[in-house]
């Protein structure tokens, strides 16, 4: 004659899976990859105003195309423009320039290889310039101030 199997944890065969289970230590907080959500936030350029987060993804594109992640839709960004990438190991991100035609800069530098991004630094494509923030923001007027107010140690006083 058959029986119901026992509900819940009664089974003695459960309780012997459950004892030869080993519990593996959980990797030290330095072994993760970085997960930190942070901002581009487009201070100039005909799509001025927006603000994007990055999270979890380990490469974000940047350019015209809509396959892009983030898109801006600008002549003189080709269709996939740059390239942000987690940096394993260390909590930042880098970038890098898909070898466009009018290329990137960091800071007012061209990008000729892949670079650290620090928060607060800017991003030049096209007449576009994204800035860069380890934050991120509730809404595009905040990120806007926020990341104009963190340009403004790059900007020189002339007298």
Not at 22 to 31: H, R, S, Y
Request: glycine share 8%.
């Amino acid at each position: 004659m058959l029986t119901a199997p026992a509900r819940g944890f009664d089974s003695p065969r459960l309780h012997s899976i459950v004892s030869e289970t080993k519990i593996l230590d959980a990797p030290e907080p330095a072994a993760l990859l970085y997960h930190r959500v942070v901002s581009l936030v487009n201070i100039r350029g005909p799509e001025a105003g927006n603000h994007y987060s990055i999270g979890d993804g380990h490469l974000v594109s940047v350019g015209r195309d809509e396959q892009c992640n983030i898109q801006i839709r600008h002549a003189r960004v080709s269709r996939q423009h740059l390239q942000i990438t987690v940096i394993p190991g260390v909590e930042g991100h880098s970038v890098a320039d898909y070898r466009t035609a009018n290329g990137t800069t960091l800071n007012g530098v061209k990008v000729t290889e892949r670079a650290p991004l620090r928060d607060g630094d800017e991003l030049g494509i096209g007449d576009t310039t994204l800035v860069y923030t380890i934050d991120d923001y509730p809404d595009a007027e905040t990120a806007i101030k926020a990341a104009r107010k963190k340009g403004e140690w790059k900007r020189s006083t002339i007298m």
